[in-house]
């Protein structure tokens, strides 16, 4: 006799749910990428990225040039008439070398990903009250970036359009930028492998 009552209840509540989001207001769904790309910004923060990537790179290079040196002081310094023990040392200290340059080089990669990251929420607060007063200007309250996670949307709660011309508007345009000069260093290479322990002593050498 009491499950009636409950389940009616909970009748109730499910149909006052739908009037209960309603007066929430909608979603408006923005295509933050598109904005990036008609706003050039995409572009120049890309060239700027590039620019620091150099920087990383002529630094990176010095470093290798820095070990390499040292390396072959220390084959200097052994001669050609090596014992087991000396080659054994040889081998230990490059991989050491090779060692210090990875931790060198990862050093730069985690620069070079913050400063992408900076740059990208740096964009993103600028875009949010632009985007917020394209919503408000269909009656939304929320935006939502458009992504694979997003399953569908109707058309007419699109505001990309909107943001773009608003931030037109507002000087968030950016000229076109020339690309960076290229370096024949990367400044995210692949992993630097140590020589193996049975490595000749003038193939210990730090490596790329």
Do not use: W
């Not at 470093?63 to 040392?89: D, F, H, K, W, Y």
């Not at 917020?132 to 200007?137: P, Q």
């Amino acid at each position: 006799m009491r499950i009636l009552p409950t389940l009616c209840i909970l009748a109730l509540t499910i149909g006052l749910a739908p009037a209960a989001f309603a007066q929430k207001g909608g979603v408006a769904v923005l295509d933050i990428d598109k904005v990036a790309q008609e706003l050039n910004v995409d572009q120049s923060v890309l060239t700027e990225l590039k620019s620091i990537e150099v920087n990383l790179n002529n630094q990176l290079a010095q470093v290798r040039e820095n070990l390499q040196s040292q390396m072959n002081q220390l084959e200097a310094r052994a001669g050609q008439q090596r014992t087991p023990e000396i080659q054994s040392q040889l081998v230990n200290a490059n991989r050491k070398l090779n060692a210090d340059f990875s931790a060198v080089r990862a050093q730069a990669q985690n620069q070079l990903a913050a400063a992408r990251a900076a740059k990208i929420n740096e964009f993103r607060e600028q875009l949010r009250p632009i985007a917020l007063e394209a919503a408000k200007a269909k009656g939304l309250q929320v935006v939502e970036t458009l992504s694979p996670t997003l399953y569908a949307h109707d058309e007419s709660v699109d505001i990309t359009q909107d943001v773009i011309e608003r931030a037109i508007a507002a000087g968030l345009k950016v000229e076109a930028a020339a690309p960076a000069t290229e370096t024949t260093e990367s400044a995210a290479p692949a992993t630097g492998e140590a020589a193996p322990a049975d490595a000749k002593p003038a193939d210990a050498k730090p490596t790329e």
